[in-house]
């Protein structure tokens, strides 16, 4: 597991176990975000079955790039959908000629996913907060291709998403702004787990 990873499943640990004492001293609810939204942004360090990784010439972990919208339809519960940007380690890159010269190729994929779950802050001031949701994504695209080209080659790369829980904890900052690592375990599909850190922006 590479340093974002390590550092972001530590801080979901310290997270847990903090919110964990913090929910047994003060479980007084002052903060409601019920009928608000929350803007999303964030990085997660994805990980690949190794195996079909392998067979389709990629490498088994990759950066992804992270936004989804919130929505809390209840003080504990929302509804979130999400997409990402997920750049691969192309280890069958391409070169082609094109109208501009010689253009090697790229390899990413684009998840969409929706999520439902259960959220709750809690501490002194309700700074703090966790949450245990279920998950499905599905890709959008999956390819390897030169990037602004219509009549280049290009191929697919065959990585599905799936069915998966997710566990997080974080801190707000304000009333607006909060802070939050996670950990999503896919049961189904072609992705392992997922690690990512999160910066949230709410407003009603």
Request: with cysteine; net charge negative.
């Amino acid at each position: 597991m590479n340093t974002i990873s390590s550092l972001a499943l530590t801080a979901l640990v310290s997270g847990l176990v903090l919110s964990t004492n913090l929910l047994a001293q003060d479980s007084t609810g002052r903060f409601d975000p019920a009928k608000t939204w929350a803007f999303n942004f964030g990085v997660e360090q994805v990980s690949f079955d190794k195996k079909k990784a392998s067979r389709e010439l990629i490498d088994d972990s990759a950066t992804a790039l992270v936004v989804e919208g919130e929505y809390f339809f209840s003080s504990h519960y929302s509804v979130t959908i999400g997409l990402e940007f997920l750049p691969y380690d192309d280890e069958a890159s391409f070169r082609q000629d094109t109208t501009g010269g010689y253009k090697s190729s790229d390899a990413s994929g684009m998840p969409i996913y929706g999520e439902l779950g259960y959220k709750r802050f809690f501490g002194p001031n309700d700074k703090t907060y966790v949450t245990a949701r279920a998950g499905m994504s599905v890709m959008l695209s999956s390819e390897r291709s030169i990037s602004n080209c219509s009549n280049c080659y290009e191929e697919d790369i065959d990585i599905d998403g799936g069915f998966y829980g997710l566990l997080g904890a974080g801190v707000r900052l304000g009333q607006s702004w909060a802070l939050g690592v996670h950990y999503k375990g896919y049961f189904t599909g072609d992705i392992e787990n997922a690690v990512g850190i999160n910066v949230s922006y709410g407003y009603r």
